[in-house]
């Protein structure tokens, strides 16, 4: 078959065969007459200027697909250049890419390139959008270079791929006529028979994927950047609890140990983790392992506490699943609601607050709220600054005291004063202790109820200290204890002295059965036995008086019954009252006195007790022929009593001790010498209820002298008594029995 051909003379066609037409898809109608340069631009030969024989082109036929041809041409006699055509074995696209047509229909920009020169054999409406050349119809770039893009240079990516020999990607170009676009652009090299043919180029507009994806970046981004900044802290882990992101709080967290260990619970072993009550979380149940096992938390408060720190928190969080429902990671939200525990505590507290001061405000007893552990006062309450300026006048004012440690009042030990507070508040007891102290020489017992104010998690927060007075109770105790002590000593002390009179009693009473049983009276006899047991009544009468007199003395019930009276007379008939006794003991009496009368307020009761006991022990130990002195010395404002003896005296070294109760010099003296120790120290309780002193002089074998000094005082207001006498039956009485020790 004849190749095609086209005949010109004089550059204008003059013919075309039947396979042209046939090749190009143009009649002769359309070609015949044409000038050459017409027939460049219909077949858009542009790029080959002068066409040498052999020589191979593309030229685009009627429907605009390329076609490369060998074009020889030959001069006949008439002058005519006849061109042959003929087409390449295997050179069309469309054989070599068969499925290029259906991606010229997509929405993604194609050409295809002849890699000789760049010319483009094909292109779509896609590509010229890309190019920025809408309205171009494809028609006319086909077959022309291809342009500069704007964006890169064209010719260098072109040389760069045919010296490479290997694709050539740009992704995401932007382009300055299409700010708002995004293309990703690919230059594939097509390989026929090893040469690089073609050149393919795909431009895909990905402006949305693009702009999708920023949009999620950036949201991404704004998201990171709450995340990273927000003041909860945010831990993202993996299933193994290992972390995978942290933000800022968390990173700033000492909680989160995370220099040593990537694993959330790793780092956070430093810490223990408490309920909110204070009991501990076990291991597998803390938040982030609760979280691994696919729990939820929301508004979960912990503490979490090492010897350092103690950190109140609320966790929320839960598990992150993948699409197949997979558990991957966990997220835990967690803050630090120290500061708002503590602000809930305060109200707590003042809750518990306001209803001990509704509770206090009715009592009278002093009240202090301290700061714990530094024991400073927060509030102290008048009532407690009244008893604390008794004991100390110099303390500032109750204003000056708030902030102020304790320590800084009384020399309490704040350490082991914690010490004991904990031991109680361990056993569930307030701690109670009373002080003593010593103000103007009196006693003050203050007794201290110490309770703790707890918080939400059972932590002691505050102290309460509650004061009262209790000097009253305290004396009262003391006077028990004080009568419990004597009673335990008059049993010590005074049974021996009980039994010796009974004794006698008994055995005279026997004795007298004996005569009676017998038949035998004799009544010398029975008046002596009579006598004796009449002495040892008294005895025992006398022994009681005292023991009560003691007993009475030392609760503080012993009072005396003061009048105003004419003291030199009372003591005038108390002696001349045991004149006689004395003198039949073969002792002589002088009483003397300095004036006749001198009026001042006293007991006349115990007056008399002090002279007859005085007197007693001057006759029990004188012995018959010495003399008995009594003197009374008016000096104005004090009466001095006298009583001196002549008789055995007593050595110095007992001086001192002989007011003591039971104090006896030698209980191994002779008979007579028979006592209980009581005498004289009840002497003293009488002299110092008048407000007396007494005082002992004496010399062994040569005699004392007691000196009872009386402040002579008169109850105004009060009449002047006449002191009646007793009568002689009740003086007798009573002289029996004070002397009731003294034996023949
Ligand atoms: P008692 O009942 O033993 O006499 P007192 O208290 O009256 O108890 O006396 C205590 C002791 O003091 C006596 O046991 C005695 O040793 C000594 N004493 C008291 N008065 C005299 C005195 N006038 N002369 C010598 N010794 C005395």
């Keep these: 078959m004849p190749n095609p051909l086209i005949i010109f003379k004089e550059n204008i066609v003059l013919k075309i065969n039947k396979e042209f037409e046939r090749f190009t898809g143009y009649s002769k109608d359309e070609i015949i007459g044409k000038s050459k340069s017409e027939i460049r631009n219909i077949f858009k030969i542009y790029n080959t200027e002068n066409i040498i024989n052999g020589q191979s082109i593309y030229l685009f036929i009627k429907n605009d697909q390329p076609r490369e041809v060998v074009i020889s041409y030959d001069i006949n006699e ?22 290029i047509e259906n991606f010229v229909q997509e929405n993604i920009g194609i050409a295809i390139y002849n890699a000789k020169d760049g010319t483009i054999l094909k292109a779509n409406q896609a590509l010229l959008d890309f190019i920025n050349l809408p309205t171009i119809k494809i028609e006319n770039i086909i077959g022309h270079k291809m342009y500069d893009h704007p964006n890169f240079s064209f010719e260098t990516i072109y040389k760069k791929i ?34 690089i043919k073609f050149l393919l180029q795909l431009v895909s507009d990905i402006t949305e994927k693009v702009m999708s994806r920023k949009i999620i970046e950036k949201q ?143 009592f009278d007893f002093g009240f202090a709220r301290l700061s714990y552990p530094d024991f400073k006062y927060i509030d102290i309450n008048n009532k407690a600054y009244e008893l604390y300026k008794k004991i100390n006048p110099n303390i500032g004012s109750q204003s000056s005291m708030i902030g102020q440690c304790i320590s800084n009042y009384n020399k309490t030990n704040i350490i082991k004063l914690n010490e004991k507070l904990i031991k109680c508040f361990k056993n569930n007891k307030s701690y109670i202790y009373v002080n003593r102290h010593i103000v103007d020489d009196e006693e003050l017992f203050q007794k201290y109820i110490v309770q703790p104010l707890y918080g939400l998690n059972n932590e002691i927060i505050e102290i309460i200290v509650i004061g009262i007075d209790v000097t009253k109770d305290e004396k009262a105790i003391n006077i028990l204890e004080k009568t419990l002590q004597t009673q335990d000593e008059i049993y010590s002390n005074v049974s021996h002295e009980l039994k010796t009179p009974l004794n006698v009693i008994f055995s005279a009473n026997q004795i007298m059965n004996m005569y009676l049983t017998n038949d035998l009276y004799d009544r010398e006899k029975f008046l002596t036995y009579n006598n004796n047991i009449k002495q040892n009544c008294y005895r025992l009468i006398k022994l009681i008086n005292n023991i009560v007199d003691l007993s009475k003395n030392s609760s503080g019930s012993f009072n005396a019954n003061f009048i105003n009276g004419n003291i030199i007379e009372t003591i005038e008939n108390i002696v001349q009252s045991v004149s006689e006794y004395i003198k039949s003991k073969g002792l002589r009496i002088t009483y003397d006195a300095n004036v006749e009368e001198k009026i001042m307020a006293y007991d006349p009761n115990h007056i008399e007790r002090i002279m007859l006991n005085l007197m007693s022990n001057a006759i029990k130990f004188s012995n018959a022929g010495k003399e008995i002195f009594v003197n009374v010395i008016d000096n104005e404002n004090t009466v001095e009593i006298c009583v001196e003896d002549q008789g055995i005296g007593i050595a110095k070294k007992h001086l001192d001790s002989l007011f003591k109760r039971f104090y006896r010099v030698n209980k ?66 009573i002289i029996n029995i004070e002397f009731s020790d003294i034996y023949n």
């Design 162 to 195: 045919i010296n490479d020999q290997k694709p050539y990607i740009l992704k995401e170009i932007n382009t300055k006529h299409h700010e708002d676009k995004y293309w990703d652009i690919t230059f594939i090299p097509i390989f026929i028979k090893r040469k």
């Design 78 to 99: 008439e002058n005519e250049q006849i061109y042959y055509i003929k087409e390449k074995r295997n050179s069309r696209i469309e054989d070599s890419l068969p499925y």
């Design 220 to 362: 991404n981004q704004e998201l990171e950047l709450i995340i990273e900044n927000i003041s909860e802290e945010i831990i993202i882990f993996d299933q193994e609890g290992e972390f995978l992101k942290m933000n800022k709080s968390a990173r700033e967290n000492a909680l989160f140990d995370i220099n040593n260990t990537k694993n959330v619970c790793g780092a956070l072993n430093c810490f223990k983790g408490y309920e909110i009550d204070g009991t501990l979380i076990p291991y597998e149940n803390r938040p982030i392992n609760r979280i691994r096992r696919g729990e939820k938390i929301e508004n979960y408060r912990i503490i979490r506490k090492n010897e350092k720190t103690t950190q109140y928190r609320e966790v929320s969080g839960g598990p992150l699943y993948n699409s197949d429902g997979k558990l991957i990671a966990g997220i835990l939200v967690s803050k630090d609601i120290s500061d708002r525990i503590k602000y809930e505590e305060n109200i707590y507290t003042k809750a518990q607050y306001d209803i001990i001061t509704k509770i206090i405000e009715n």
């Design 668 to 733: 191994s003296l002779s008979r007579n010498t028979e006592g209980s120790g009581i005498g004289l120290s009840l002497v003293k309780s009488l002299v110092d209820l008048h407000g007396g002193t007494i005082k002992v002089e004496s010399t062994s074998g040569k005699g004392s002298i007691f000196k009872v000094t009386l402040p002579a005082k008169i109850i105004e207001n009060q009449v002047q008594h006449k002191i009646e006498m007793r009568n002689e039956e009740n003086r007798i009485e």
